[in-house]
């Protein structure tokens, strides 16, 4: 029996909990004292403690620089940053920005595998939600920043044919309409030898797309 996409997310997000759940920053972590307060680092470096939502979004949206060990932090705030993204962090952008940063690709398998089927889990019930937290363009352009790739999120697109992902596309090319006529990227990842450049390519990707779907 296949499960309805909201529990299918529900389940990704139960996954990320499983897996990092016990996991902490460094012993040593010292993070950024302007950022962050002695109580907040403590936090981080305690186990089975939940983060508040504003602290993990923090976290995530910063330089990797505020960190001794930036992907520590991240796999220590996971539980709490996919639920912040499932239910419709509106600065979803920056906090993939923190997930990219991380370089969960490289992961231990488990791991990098909770990652993906949770991105995979979030893009396709947005695709299939007709009114989803935050919209579907802000969810792609998320799940572009987290992966550095546009290809697997077109590819899962293309393949929903219902009337509501449709729906999503024509919402998307609207809010997309100042990029399409100028070329510039809504793309804003920080990470790769030309982070510019390799925007402009992706973006160059998704137009070609949209005009193989005669938008």
Same mark, same amino acid.
């Given at each position: 029996m296949t499960?309805?996409?909201?529990?299918?997310?529900?389940?990704?997000?139960?996954?990320?909990?499983?897996?990092?759940?016990?996991?902490?920053?460094?012993?040593?972590?010292?993070?950024?004292?302007?950022?962050?307060?002695?109580?907040?680092?403590?936090?981080?470096?305690?186990?089975?403690?939940?983060?508040?939502?504003?602290?993990?979004?923090?976290?995530? =949206?910063?330089?990797?620089?505020?960190?001794?060990? =930036?992907?520590?932090?991240?796999?220590?705030?996971?539980?709490?940053?996919?639920?912040?993204?499932?239910?419709?962090?509106?600065?979803?952008?920056?906090?993939?920005?923190?997930?990219a940063a991380a370089g969960w690709p490289q992961w231990p398998r488990?791991? #990098? =595998? #909770?990652v993906a089927d949770f991105l995979d889990a979030w893009w396709t019930s947005t695709l299939r939600t007709k009114s989803p937290p935050i919209s579907s363009s802000e969810v792609f352009e998320s799940c572009v920043t987290a992966t550095s790739s546009v290809t697997p999120w077109l590819a899962r697109w293309e393949m929903e044919k219902g009337p509501i992902a449709r729906q999503h596309l024509d919402a998307s090319v609207h809010w997309w309409r100042e990029e399409l006529d100028s070329g510039d990227s809504p793309f804003s990842w920080w990470w790769g030898a030309e982070p510019e450049a390799e925007g402009r390519a992706a973006w160059q990707e998704v137009r070609l797309w949209l005009t193989g779907q005669g938008r």
């Open positions: 499960l309805p996409d909201a529990d299918v997310l529900a389940a990704a997000v139960a996954r990320v909990a499983k897996v990092f759940g016990g996991m902490t920053a460094r012993v040593d972590e010292t993070g950024c004292g302007r950022c962050f307060d002695a109580g907040e680092i403590r936090l981080l470096r305690t186990p089975d403690v939940p983060v508040p939502a504003d602290l993990a979004r923090r976290v995530a =949206q910063k330089h990797p620089s505020h960190w001794d060990d =930036q992907p520590a932090i991240i796999r220590r705030v996971l539980p709490e940053l996919v639920v912040i993204l499932a239910e419709g962090e509106h600065e979803s952008d920056l906090t993939a920005r923190g997930l488990q791991q #990098a =595998q #909770a």
